[in-house]
């Protein structure tokens, strides 16, 4: 085996190495057939820091762990300051790990994170984050047996004894529910929340709509608006940024399905946001990541196979809680769901120390069936 180098990625050839590299894990010698490859478009400009909404607000360094001219394994280490700012820590973090059947590269990868962070005057390291909280975040530690959905990570199980390994303990863990159609009608669950949402639309006077794909630019930006305000109390919630909201926006624009996407309004202002998106990792698996020249022709061959969705969003203004405006979002994308062909939804991610969401779900007849770690290590 040849001598282990970690190098900083520098310059543009260098970060397409550090894009392409997940192929090389879950599609070199033992592949993975659950792995969903993430679209290299969108990848190469939330890379690019030109483009990028992280970097108006985070600093990034990118690594590869190399063996001679072979890649054999990639990490980010950065400062997200917008989080330190909100939450008053003085933390980095780590993301985008990734790395071959290789220990001695994984403790390198995982050390050069935390020495870069360290130097940098900062007290503790926290991760996966690709590249915040509202990305892609948290390591699969339970579930590795069903593919990922839309915007969940994935990875193989022997990543969770790697990170442990090198001094990281739990910071909190994210849960995944599974719901279907039959375990939502049994003991009479469809039924009640029929009648709580016909209940709570009678007394809000709350008119329930569809996104406005015409509108998309303005849906946008108003939805924006709901999102920082429903989840500014979360655990690690930061600001996103508009341009970070744009960025996810418009990057799934395409796959977007309006018809189990619902606005509450009051008055015509936006008041909560229902965003459930085709489980489009369906027909992604069996593509390369390209859309061109032939990749759009897969996507719509296989877009017929797409019986599942995820609910991404789900919050309302902070004064219009407790008013029963989620089960009117429950019974609106589940009987819009039901008549595009998804008969199942994955809602995720939920806090695992969010009871009243845990509990909710449970009560519609999910199932808890994925779980995902985000990880920390102080420094001495």
């Known amino acids: 085996m040849l001598p282990l180098q970690i190098v900083p990625v520098r310059n543009a050839r260098q970060r397409r190495q550090f894009i392409h590299f997940p192929w090389k894990v879950y599609r070199g010698a033992n592949p993975d057939p659950l792995w969903v490859p993430p679209l290299l478009i969108e990848r190469e400009r939330f890379f690019n820091p030109k483009h990028g909404g992280f970097f108006a607000h985070g600093d990034v360094q990118l690594f590869l762990a190399q063996r001679g001219t072979e890649i ?3 990490i980010s280490a950065h400062i997200n300051f917008l989080h330190n700012r909100t939450h008053n820590e003085h933390i980095g ?9 290789d220990r001695e590269a994984a403790a390198a990868l995982l050390q050069i994170a935390c020495a870069w962070v360290r130097d940098r005057g900062y007290k503790a390291i926290r991760g996966p984050m690709n590249f915040s909280i509202n990305d892609e975040c948290g390591l699969l530690i339970e579930g590795f047996e069903l593919a990922p959905v839309m915007m969940m990570t994935y990875n193989p199980a022997r990543y969770v004894e790697y990170i442990e ?3 990281f303990g739990k910071a909190i863990d994210l849960y995944a529910w599974i719901v279907d159609q039959r375990s939502y009608a049994e003991k009479g669950r469809g039924a009640k929340i029929e009648r709580v949402a016909a209940l709570a639309q009678a007394q809000t ?3 329930f709509r569809k996104l406005n794909m015409q509108r998309f630019a303005e849906e946008v930006e108003a939805g924006w608006h709901v999102y920082n305000q429903a989840w500014a109390n979360n655990w690690g919630a930061i600001h996103m940024t508009l341009a970070e909201f744009r960025h996810l926006a ?3 624009k395409p796959f977007l399905d309006p018809e189990v996407m619902i606005v509450a309004e009051d008055q015509r202002r936006m008041v909560g946001l229902l965003i459930a998106v085709p489980d489009i990792n369906i027909p992604l698996r069996y593509s390369d990541g390209r859309l061109l020249p032939f990749g759009w022709l ?3 061959r296989r877009k017929r196979e797409i019986n599942q969705m995820r609910v991404l969003i789900m919050g309302v203004l902070p004064e ?14 589940r009987n819009a769901g039901l008549k595009r062909g998804y008969h199942t939804a994955e809602m995720s991610w939920i806090l695992e120390n969010n009871d009243v969401m845990n509990n909710t ?18 420094f001495s």
Not at 320 to 333: C, L, N, P, Q
Not at 361 to 378: F, M, N, P, S
């Open 72 to 74: 054999v394994g990639t």
């Open 93 to 101: 973090f780590f993301g985008f790990f990734e790395v071959l059947d």
């Open 165 to 167: 390994h090198q001094g």
């Open 205 to 207: 006077g709350l008119t």
């Open 250 to 252: 418009y990057s799934f």
């Open 298 to 300: 897969t996507m719509l």
């Open 320 to 333: 219009y809680r407790r008013r029963g405006i989620d089960a009117v979002f429950y019974r609106e994308v």
């Open 361 to 378: 779900i449970a009560g519609l007849g999910g199932r808890r069936y994925k779980t995902y770690r985000i990880y920390e290590k102080k």
